[in-house]
């Protein structure tokens, strides 16, 4: 071992889904959009002044934060940008999770939390879902550093029910409370109304999902003056251009046309339903999902089989090798036809192994 070893930050990293590109895949993986962002927002990248490319962006980001403040009915004072919501999330983590006291999280939720929590060597203790995926609020009464849970929860789709959320905040009033609703637009309620009661309260969203931009970055943090502060603080002593202006440019564009996105989003749970009862005649189980994906398990298939033959047709879904969780496909809805094709394969695969 070399003397300077012992020097180095190590980490398990989070392991993201794959990103395969092969012409006539179905790319059911990474809970992307099936669906183009706004046509407002291609327009606006097509209109952008090349000499804008020179400057530095707007450290600040004002133009973004404005849009999105105004959107959400806030206060441009109570919204902070990065790039994704884990971004967003990262510098939550190292911001407000500070203290001796260990945060906690669910043992089944994103994958990132024990990652940031390990490279900001902050202690951490996950919390059991109970046996239908649901989290248990009493399990996070005890002392602790900080909470975070995503809304609906990842990678299962199950809603946490507001009482149950405003019941986990009542109880932690000497911590921040981290609500991530990276997937919230497509059916569940969010906490953001929460906001006048609790000052201990962030909420963090995204323009990947709902929006369609998983690949321009944007992602948001909801929170009073005072918490958004702290946390521009923090990301000033990081990194100040964070936000570069094709994202600000995208964002404020995707922002101005609040009628596609309902649409999308509508057919986005259209099909989902649709593909719900197909899995269901198939076999499958899962609990009711409010994400733009169903986290589901077959009767006599294992999840790691059906994963494998599914990839070798060129069609991606996702498969945890995890505890609790290892006979379970995360599939992302897609265009009806996308699903339509995962569908008709599982039948004649699952009907000739009868
Ligand atoms: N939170 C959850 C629960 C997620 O599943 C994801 C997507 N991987 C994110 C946050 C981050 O999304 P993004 O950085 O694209 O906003």
Known sequence: MKPWEKNIRRVVPYTPGEQPDKPKMIKLNTNENPYPPAPGVAAALRGMDMDRL???????AAVLVKAIAADRGLSPEQVFVGVGSDDVLAMCFLTFFNGGE?????DITYSFYDVWADVFRIPYETQPLDGQ??????DYYKKNGGVIF??????????CPQEDIEDILRHNRDVIVIVDEAYVEFGAESALPLLEKYDNLIVVQTFSKSRSLAGMRIGYAMAS??????????KYSFNSYTMDQTALAAGVASLADRPYYEET???????REQTKKRLRVLG????????????ASHERCPARELFQALREQDIYVRYFDKPRIDNYLRITIGT???MDALLSFLERYLNKED
């Open 54 to 60: 020179r400057l530095y962006p707007d450290p600040a």
């Open 102 to 106: 260990p945060i906690l999280f669910p």
């Open 133 to 138: 995926f649901d989290i248990v609020p009493q």
């Open 150 to 159: 995503p809304n609906p929860n990842a990678p299962t789709g199950v809603e």
């Open 225 to 234: 003056p005072e918490l958004i502060r702290c946390l521009n603080d923090v």
């Open 265 to 271: 989003i509508g057919k986005i749970i259209g099909v």
């Open 284 to 295: 499958f189980s899962f609990r009711d999902s409010k994400a733009n994906f169903v986290f």
């Open 336 to 338: 009806a036809e996308e």
